[in-house]
């Protein structure tokens, strides 16, 4: 070092005599750098030279740490307010658009079908654009969302963005996506996706809430069907109690009895795919705004609708579409549809529902069968009933 500072160059000493292993002297060969890259052995000697002194390497060690614990401490309070703000039932647009004033990231939340949810931090004309531009990716590549959606994260790239996916998972099942969005294609940083993941968990609990709360108010909805049918209240309790559940009990209205059979199901698994049937049925009409009734009743299904929710479609193409829904869902399964006359006052409903179970029972190999297309028959399939063969 210190004939290299009168040098004013980089010198190098090799040490080729030493004492220490028995010679009579030290000595050493000292050149310049420049020189010693020409000798046979040069890349062994200069390789000492090279390498990263240790405080050098302390300080980038150190510098890693340090960074490390900055993603440790904001992850954590990242986690804490999500976690604050579910105890507080925050909806999911609420914690969207907290997690976009943390992260400073645009994000999209997505169902199962890539149908959006919410998003933040994206104006609608962008969001829409986005939305764009991805729907003709997927054309382009021939991608359907089967086969887009990752089990774990996922980057994809378009022509002028590019997206970091994960999935929102709820009892195992994927439910739907969280996407970090970079209009700007900028190089996103590992802990994007530890963000990411934290927001889908959260988000995964919200949904839980909201699923929830949602099957709960559709089998209370069920329970009110069950007393309907039994007759257990006085029709103004009925028409009261259906203008809570939103639906107008004063209006005309049809009852339809699903059988569902599957040769393939055991009996021990029965129990739990009728209850899977009860919760895709009530799901089915809540994203088509139908509102209804459902209940099960003798190990069917039973559905009560309403004139007003048909909104001016006849009750057979509404059963139809259901039941095309239903093979598609569950295609090992037999689904027959026994469907009432038009009932007119609620107090006819334990009738009506007499009537769908007799059109069931002579279903035969048909599918969907309404009672009025049964003629005499189904009168005298029920001869007990003595008021129904009077007003046939």
Known sequence: GFMSTIFGETLLAKEVKCVGKGDDGCGWVIKPKKDWENELDADEVLEFYNETPIVMELEYTYDQLL???????????????????????S????IADIVFNMVNIPMIIEDSLLRTITYSGLSEETFLELKAEMEDYLQQSRINHKQLLPISKKIIKTANHERL???????KDIIGYCTFVYEDKKDHH???????DRFANAASLILLNEKTKFESFERMKGNFLEQILESRLPVSDIVNRGKYTGINL???????????????????????????IFETTFRYFNDRKTNLLVGHRDGHIVLMITNESLKHTSIH???????????KKYPY?????????????IHQAPKCYEE???ALRLAGSKKIVPFDSLGIVGVLINSKNISLNRRK
């Open 317 to 327: 193409e509404v059963i139809k579409d259901y039941h095309e829904y239903m093979i």
């Open 333 to 345: 399964g037999n689904f027959k549809f026994g469907i009432s006359h038009l009932g007119t006052d």
């Open 250 to 276: 004063e209006q005309n209205y049809y009852i339809t009895v699903m059988e569902y059979k599957n040769k393939k199901t055991t009996i021990a698994d029965e129990f739990l795919l009728q209850e899977q």
């Open 190 to 196: 590992e802990e994007d996706y530890l963000f990411l």
């Open 67 to 89: 960074d490390q614990k900055n993603v440790v401490t904001r992850l954590s309070n990242f986690h804490n307010k999500l976690t604050e703000e579910i105890i507080n039932g």
């Open 91 to 94: 909806d999911l647009q609420t």
């Open 165 to 171: 996916i994960t999935p929102i998972l709820l009892q």
């Open 356 to 358: 769908a179970s007799i």
